[in-house]
C-alpha cells in the first residue's frame, strides 16, 4: 500500500521508467504501424481491431516464452478467481434479462477483498491522449476496468514495447476528482474501494487473481480506435505502480458488462455489442465494436444469461455435448444447467465434474483401442502420444438455443510436449467455463443488447 500513500498524502515523485525493447531493428513504431491494426467498416457504425495472442507470431508478441505448466498454473490461478468472486453469494438464480442499453448509430499486492479474475492473453493497439499516441494493450471479457501505465510511475511500471503514456503530452489529459460519479463506480468495476489523493483527485487500485495489479489515478482523455472513432473523453486509470503478469503490454482494456468498461463507454456511440475471433498462437484475429459489426443472419444465437453472483460476466447455458456425434451418457441432463462463463481469458474449458468424467470416458473410446493413456499434465489428465494413428474426435458443444460450438483436433487437444498431446478440457468444483482454446478460430458475437451470444464458424481469415 505505499503508492496508495504516496498518492494520497504527498502526490507524485518523478522516477526513471524502464522502457520496452523493440522486437527488431527493423519494427515499426506505434505510431507508423497503427494504421495496419485497424480498419473500419465505416466510422460512424462500427470498428474493427487486429487482435494477437500475446505469444503469436509476429513480431509483436507481448509475454516471454513460457513453460505450457506456468501457462495452466495461471490459468488455474485465473479459474480460482472466478470462482472466488461468483462464491461471494450462495444465490443461484439465473435469469435471460436484456440490457438497457442505446442500440444507436452502432459502430497483487493481492489487493483484498477485492479480486478481479486475472490478466489475459490476447492484445490490440490502441491511441491515447491528444495528439493521440498508440499503445498495445490487453484486452479481457473478464475486466471492468482500463488502465495504462503512466509517467512518473511513481513506484514501478514494468517493462512495455513503446514508451510509457506521459499525461504531460496530452492536451486533452484530466485527473478526474474524488466527488465524480466514475469515482464511486471503482467500487463495482475493480472491487476495491477508490480512494482520494491530498489534491481531492480519485486514487484507483485494479488487483486481479493472479496476483498482479494496478494502482494510479482515474482519468479522463481522448481515446483513438483509428479512422477518427473513439472517444473525446474515455476514464481510465493512469497506473503509478503497475506489477504482475502483463508481459510488455501498455496496460488493459475491458470489455465485461460494466459503466467503466471501454465497451460500454463506447455503447452510446456504437450500440452495446462486439464480436471477436481469437487466433491461435500462429495467426492473427479481429475484434469488432458495435452493433452493425457483424452480421447476425451467419451465427447461431443462444441466450445472454445474467446473476446477481456477478453481472459483469457473460453467462451461457450448455445444453449438450457429443463426441464424435454421440450424445455424452450423464444421468441426468440436469446435470448442463448450471451457469456458464465464456471468458476470452481462461484457456482450458472447465466442466462439471460428472460431465467432465463422461466426456474423458466418450473421447477415450472415440480414439479406439490405440489409445494408450499417459500420465497427466498439470490439469490435464487425458494425454496420449500425437504419432499414434489415431483420429482425435470432433466435440460438440450445444447451447441453449442450438447454438454450437463445432470442435475440430486443434480445438479439442494441446499439445503439451513433443508428440504428447491432451484433451483440452478439465473437471471443476466450481463455475463452467467455456475457455479460449474452444472459442479459437470462430467468430463470437456478444450481443448485449439484445442478450444473446452468437456463434459462426472460419472466422479468423
Not at 323 to 336: D, W
Amino acid at each position: 500500500m505505499t503508492l496508495l500513500l504516496l498518492l494520497v498524502f504527498w502526490g507524485c515523485f518523478l522516477v526513471t521508467t524502464p522502457q520496452g525493447k523493440p522486437c527488431s531493428s527493423s519494427t515499426k513504431s506505434l505510431d507508423e504501424d497503427h494504421g495496419q491494426y485497424y480498419q473500419a467498416f465505416n466510422k460512424s457504425t462500427s470498428i474493427h481491431l487486429r487482435l494477437h495472442h500475446v505469444h503469436g507470431p509476429d513480431c509483436f508478441h507481448l509475454a516471454p516464452p513460457l513453460l505450457l505448466s506456468d501457462i495452466l498454473r495461471k490459468d488455474d490461478a485465473r479459474v480460482g478467481a472466478l470462482n472466488s468472486r461468483i462464491s461471494r453469494s450462495n444465490s443461484q438464480n439465473i435469469s435471460s434479462s436484456s440490457s438497457s442499453s442505446s442500440s444507436s448509430s452502432v459502430v497483487s499486492i493481492p489487493l483484498k477483498p477485492g479480486l478481479s479474475i486475472g490478466t489475459s492473453n490476447y492484445y490490440v493497439t490502441v491511441g491515447l491522449g491528444t495528439p493521440p499516441q498508440y499503445y498495445r494493450v490487453l484486452v479481457d471479457t473478464g475486466s471492468s476496468f482500463n488502465w495504462v501505465q503512466c509517467r512518473p510511475c511513481v513506484v514501478y511500471c514494468h517493462p512495455q514495447q513503446g514508451s510509457v503514456f506521459d499525461p504531460a503530452s496530452s492536451k486533452t489529459y484530466k485527473r478526474v476528482p474524488c466527488i465524480a460519479p466514475e469515482c464511486s463506480a471503482l467500487k463495482e468495476a475493480t472491487l476495491n474501494a477508490p480512494s482520494c489523493s491530498k489534491a481531492k483527485a480519485c486514487v484507483y487500485e485494479a488487483s486481479y487473481g493472479d496476483s498482479s495489479f494496478s494502482i494510479g489515478y482515474l482519468s479522463r482523455d481522448a481515446l483513438t480506435l483509428g479512422a477518427g472513432a473513439g472517444l473525446p473523453s474515455f476514464v481510465y486509470g493512469c497506473g503509478q505502480d503497475n506489477q504482475g503478469y502483463f508481459g510488455s503490454s501498455a496496460g488493459l482494456i475491458g470489455l465485461a458488462r460494466n459503466k467503466l468498461s471501454m465497451l460500454a463507454q463506447l455503447s452510446s456511440k456504437f450500440g452495446y455489442a462486439f464480436s471477436y475471433c481469437l487466433p491461435s498462437t500462429s495467426g492473427s484475429g479481429s475484434l469488432s465494436i458495435g452493433t452493425s459489426s457483424f452480421n447476425p443472419a451467419l451465427f447461431r444465437f443462444t441466450p445472454m444469461l445474467t446473476t446477481p453472483l456477478d453481472s459483469t460476466l457473460y453467462y451461457l447455458r450448455l445444453a449438450a455435448i457429443t463426441v464424435a456425434g454421440k450424445p455424452l451418457s450423464i444421468a441426468t441432463p440436469a446435470q448442463y444447467r448450471g451457469p456458464t462463463i465464456i471468458d476470452s481469458g481462461t484457456v482450458i474449458t472447465r466442466l462439471a465434474a460428472p460431465v467432465y468424467a463422461a466426456l474423458r470416458d466418450a473421447f477415450v473410446k472415440a480414439m479406439g483401442p490405440k489409445f494408450q493413456g499417459l500420465p497427466p499434465y498439470s490439469i490435464l489428465d487425458t494425454c496420449f502420444k500425437r504419432g499414434m494413428a489415431v483420429a482425435v474426435p470432433e466435440v460438440r458443444l450445444v447451447f441453449e438455443g442450438g447454438a454450437e460450438l463445432k470442435l475440430g483436433h486443434p480445438n479439442v487437444v494441446l499439445e503439451v510436449e513433443k508428440d504428447i498431446a491432451c484433451l483440452a478440457f478439465a473437471a471443476t468444483a466450481g463455475i463452467s467455463i467455456i475457455g479460449n482454446r474452444q472459442q479459437q478460430t470462430f467468430t463470437v458475437a456478444y450481443d448485449v443488447a439484445n442478450s444473446r451470444i452468437g456463434f459462426a464458424a472460419g472466422g479468423c481469415r
